[in-house]
């Protein structure tokens, strides 16, 4: 059977790694959209208004875990140079780890009241555990890439779905607590067997890593925390800014609304347009040396745009009925929401795996001016629609 998948796989070396990578998060979204018409029966728009905001919050801090260093393993000249990267991202994800315990401890309460979400003061310290697991994940995530190791990549999404289901289904007892921590289980899961593929086949590697290695890591690609932070802050800040800005300016609820209709229509994103991103950054490297980088940025967008756009079409006519349909009459406020989320959906998709180009390219200070305009027209949008 093995053999036989294989066999269906696209031989284009750059295909067949999209469509393992493509498998795995596939089979993780089938789970997730299986499970979801259930837990909008077990669970109240309020309760994924907490989880709306928490993940939020835990997707903007974890772009900055590791200070966008683990983006430098890939392109590391020899492995290793990309062991004393991924030991410099460590230490960088174990100090903000560190940070963000001590903010969590002093200003939980200032934190839910400004953001309208006085149930979440409860479960805030699982905050900075989320960061931990999310940014140790990312690091090994992008050895990973740099081995080339897609069907590895592609389990964990797996078992991160299962997990995060299970726990979501099992503990729906104890209310928005278990879709938290359901969160936190899912991205533990994988972090271990991608640690334990690094290390065995690379341990060679890893074994040389110096306190004067890390030293000079961090000098020879400081481009990466110095701008493509402020970059990946800004582009996650606009992505994460409506369901904060919901809960603020409306209610819980209304965030917990935006997250299903999103989490829906971005299945496309993480199914595709994610896996499509991480083999793009693996193949755009080569395709640079090699000045084939135009050509292929050309023929991504192209494949992406005919893609994406006949489902959204769908949505954008019928979103209302279908949510209604399939997640519950309670549900039907998601579904208009979804008309105009499906708009942004389709840019979202088209260029997102292409934003990697700035990490290829060195170009982080122009990355970083691009988010921030993308930033400033999303929150500006968002404010002039809330008046």
């Given at each position: 059977?093995?053999?036989?998948?294989?066999?269906?796989?696209?031989?284009?070396?750059?295909?067949?790694?999209?469509?393992?990578?493509?498998?795995?998060?596939?089979?993780?979204?089938?789970?997730?959209?299986?499970?979801?018409?259930?837990?909008?029966?077990?669970?109240?728009?309020?309760?994924?208004?907490?989880?709306?905001?928490?993940?939020?919050?835990?997707?903007?801090?974890?772009?900055?875990?590791?200070?966008?260093?683990?983006?430098?393993?890939?392109?590391?000249?020899?492995?290793?140079?990309?062991?004393?990267?991924?030991?410099?991202s460590l230490l960088v994800v174990i100090g903000m780890t560190i940070l963000t315990?001590?903010?969590?401890?002093?200003?939980?309460?200032?934190?839910?009241?400004?953001?309208?979400?006085?149930?979440?003061?409860?479960?805030?310290?699982?905050?900075?555990?989320?960061?931990?697991?999310?940014?140790?994940?990312?690091?090994?995530?992008?050895?990973?890439?740099?081995?080339?190791?897609?069907?590895?990549?592609?389990?964990?999404?797996?078992?991160?779905?299962?997990?995060?289901?299970?726990?979501?289904?099992?503990?729906?007892?104890?209310?928005?607590?278990?879709?938290?921590?359901?969160?936190?289980?899912?991205?533990?899961?994988?972090?271990?067997?991608?640690?334990?593929?690094?290390?065995?086949?690379?341990?060679?590697?890893?074994?040389?890593?110096?306190?004067?290695?890390?030293?000079?890591?961090?000098?020879?690609?400081?481009?990466?925390?110095?701008?493509?932070?402020w970059g990946a802050i800004f582009n996650t800040a606009g992505s994460q800014l409506?369901?904060?800005?919901?809960?603020?300016?409306?209610?819980v609820s209304s965030a917990g609304f935006y997250l299903l209709a999103h989490r829906?229509?971005?299945?496309?994103?993480?199914?595709?347009?994610?896996?499509?991103?991480?083999?793009?950054?693996?193949?755009?490297?080569?395709?640079?040396?090699?000045?084939?980088?135009?050509?292929?940025?050309?023929?991504?967008?192209?494949?992406?745009?005919?893609?994406?756009?006949?489902?959204?079409?769908?949505?954008?006519?019928?979103?209302?009925?279908?949510?209604?349909?399939?997640?519950?009459?309670?549900?039907?406020?998601?579904?208009?929401?979804?008309?105009?989320?499906?708009?942004?959906?389709?840019?979202?998709?088209?260029?997102?795996?292409?934003?990697?180009?700035?990490?290829?390219?060195?170009?982080?200070?122009?990355?970083?001016?691009?988010?921030?305009?993308?930033?400033?027209?999303?929150?500006?949008?968002?404010?002039?629609?809330?008046?």
């Amino acid at each position: 059977m093995k053999q036989a998948i294989k066999n269906l796989l696209p031989t284009n070396r750059f295909a067949r790694n999209v469509s393992i990578l493509a498998g795995g998060t596939a089979a993780a979204q089938v789970i997730t959209v299986l499970a979801t018409p259930l837990l909008t029966r077990l669970y109240n728009p309020e309760d994924f208004g907490v989880l709306s905001v928490y993940a939020s919050l835990l997707t903007i801090i974890a772009v900055i875990a590791s200070l966008r260093y683990q983006l430098a393993i890939p392109i590391a000249e020899n492995d290793e140079d990309a062991a004393n990267v991924v030991a410099l991202s460590l230490l960088v994800v174990i100090g903000m780890t560190i940070l963000t315990t001590v903010f969590v401890g002093f200003f939980r309460h200032p934190i839910v009241d400004i953001l309208n979400c006085p149930s979440l003061a409860t479960y805030l310290w699982l905050l900075p555990v989320g960061l931990l697991l999310v940014g140790t994940y990312q690091v090994f995530q992008y050895w990973a890439i740099r081995s080339k190791a897609f069907s590895a990549i592609a389990r964990t999404k797996l078992a991160q779905a299962l997990s995060m289901v299970g726990v979501q289904l099992g503990g729906h007892t104890f209310g928005p607590l278990a879709l938290l921590v359901a969160q936190v289980f899912g991205q533990m899961a994988g972090i271990t067997s991608l640690c334990v593929l690094a290390v065995r086949k690379r341990w060679d590697a890893f074994k040389k890593v110096r306190t004067a290695g890390i030293v000079i890591a961090m000098v020879r690609y400081k481009r990466f925390p110095l701008y493509s932070t402020w970059g990946a802050i800004f582009n996650t800040a606009g992505s994460q800014l409506p369901p904060l800005l919901f809960a603020v300016l409306f209610n819980v609820s209304s965030a917990g609304f935006y997250l299903l209709a999103h989490r829906v229509l971005a299945i496309p994103v993480r199914f595709i347009g994610g896996s499509v991103a991480e083999v793009f950054f693996s193949s755009a490297v080569d395709a640079h040396r090699q000045g084939q980088l135009k050509q292929l940025v050309a023929d991504i967008h192209e494949k992406l745009a005919h893609f994406i756009m006949p489902p959204l079409v769908i949505i954008v006519l019928a979103g209302p009925d279908l949510f209604s349909l399939i997640f519950g009459a309670e549900w039907r406020l998601a579904g208009e929401f979804s008309r105009w989320i499906a708009i942004y959906i389709y840019f979202q998709f088209v260029t997102s795996p292409l934003s990697q180009l700035f990490s290829v390219l060195e170009k982080q200070l122009q990355g970083t001016l691009f988010q921030a305009l993308l930033l400033i027209a999303q929150a500006g949008g968002l404010f002039v629609g809330a008046l």
